[in-house]
């Protein structure tokens, strides 16, 4: 993998992070209320200003004579309508639209901005009257300046607190996702190890361990009652067994062996499952090379197959060499072997490919939707159970594959045909 896909996939959980989009859309919401707040600030405060600065024009026009005016002035400017000359031309439109703010591309009187208001004077003839607002305009626009200046580092500060809360909160779902992954692929002894209580996510990390603690004391009791009780029944059974055996030959002695040995061998069966499901650890694992250990299971159960009348065939291409109990890998296949001789058709294979091995027929098949079911213990797709089996064998193989930390994988043999076949992989890729 290049360094910019490991980059991009180390990346790619910001995106997905709810923590982090949520921290953004606050801030986002925050900036944009802040920025309508400072814009509805600004807009109100000119209209007060405007509406100010009018009313003084008003009240100065009110008290003023315009025979007693003598020309313009940089502090004001008062006009009959009839005598604008010399006056630039933003002043007649504002005459025209009944006063207003003039905008200037120069100088005029010293001042470039002037607020014009037509009322009458105090002898009732209509007047221009006009003052330059240029200094409230730029302390206006200071003042805009500051208060968006300030928008913008509290939205940086906002962001960033953001971000690191989110960061933050991030680590700990990680972890508690983490936690769950482990413990949905069998890990039991899965803890998050958060130990402080801040919030909420440290409630549900504290829920979760306690949950994790109690389901691994209920797992293990499980284990260990059906474990304790294959083992105390193995002797009454083998007792059984042995006062069979004295009885005469016959059809019911021998029907009864039968049953004996069903029974011992569900039993077996359940404390192998118990004793690898309870087993901890690397012990006991070696290095297995899987295309040799394919050819060796050829060599031992090819003559069991043929006996039962059927065809075992070798397919192995390029097997990797993994780590793992060889005990385990010999008891899954022999089990996969033994189902595909109950219920699978005439051809079995044994294969081997990359870190992957398995078995597969071409008998009637599992539909897709029951392989979740088959691979759980005592089920059977035989409701009424007339057919050979236990239903403990896929279930045996499924506890090795857990015990590798390996993928259990159902599929068709033969996918052009539906229910053609069963290939049960042990991939542990």
Request: charged letters at 25%.
């Amino acid at each position: 993998m290049s360094l910019a896909n490991r980059v991009t996939k180390r990346l790619g959980w910001l995106r997905r992070s709810s923590t982090l989009r949520l921290s953004l859309l606050l801030s986002v919401i925050f900036a944009v209320g802040m920025a309508i707040t400072i814009f509805v600030a600004l807009e109100v405060g000119e209209d007060a200003i405007e509406q100010s600065v009018d009313e003084t024009l008003q009240a100065l026009a009110g008290a003023t004579a315009l025979e007693d005016v003598e020309g313009d002035s940089p502090a004001m400017i008062l006009r009959s309508l009839d005598d604008l000359d010399g006056l630039p031309q933003p002043f007649r439109r504002a005459v025209d639209r009944n006063g207003g703010t003039v905008d200037l591309d120069r100088n005029f009187q010293r001042s470039e901005t002037w607020r014009v208001l037509v009322t009458d004077d105090s002898n009732g003839d209509p007047i221009l009257i006009a003052v330059p607002v240029e200094d409230s305009d730029r302390a206006q626009e200071l003042l805009a300046g500051v208060l968006w200046t300030t928008a913008a580092l509290v939205i940086a500060v906002t962001l960033a607190i953001g971000f690191g809360t989110g960061l933050l909160a991030q680590r700990r779902l990680v972890r508690i996702n983490d936690t769950l992954h482990r413990l949905g692929t069998g890990d039991l002894c899965a803890r998050t190890g958060l130990k402080r209580s801040k919030d909420d996510l440290d409630d549900i990390a504290h829920e979760l361990d306690r949950t994790a603690s109690e389901l691994e004391r209920l797992v293990a009791q499980a284990r260990h009652l059906s474990g304790s009780i294959a083992h105390d029944l193995r002797t009454p059974l083998a007792r059984l067994r042995a006062r069979l055996e004295d009885l005469p030959e016959g059809e019911e002695r021998g029907a009864a062996l039968e049953e004996a040995t069903r029974m011992t061998g569900v039993f077996d069966t359940i404390m192998r499952v118990a004793r690898i499901e309870a087993a901890q650890g690397n012990d006991g694992f070696e290095p297995v090379a899987l295309g040799q250990f394919v050819d060796e299971l050829a060599e031992t159960f090819g003559p069991v197959v043929e006996d039962a009348g059927k065809t075992l065939t070798l397919d192995t291409d390029v097997a990797s060499t993994v780590m793992a109990d060889r005990q385990m890998l010999v008891q899954a296949a022999a089990n996969l072997i033994q189902n595909a001789l109950v219920h699978g058709g005439k051809d079995i294979a044994l294969f081997a490919h990359g870190s992957a091995f398995g078995v597969a027929d071409n008998g009637a098949g599992v539909p897709s939707e029951q392989y979740d079911e088959v691979i759980k213990p005592m089920v059977r797709l035989d409701a009424a159970r007339s057919s050979e089996g236990t239903g403990l064998g896929l279930a045996l193989v499924r506890a090795v594959a857990d015990r590798h930390g390996a993928k259990l994988i159902l599929a068709q043999n033969d996918p052009d045909q539906n229910l053609k076949g069963l290939r049960v992989t042990l991939n542990f890729a």
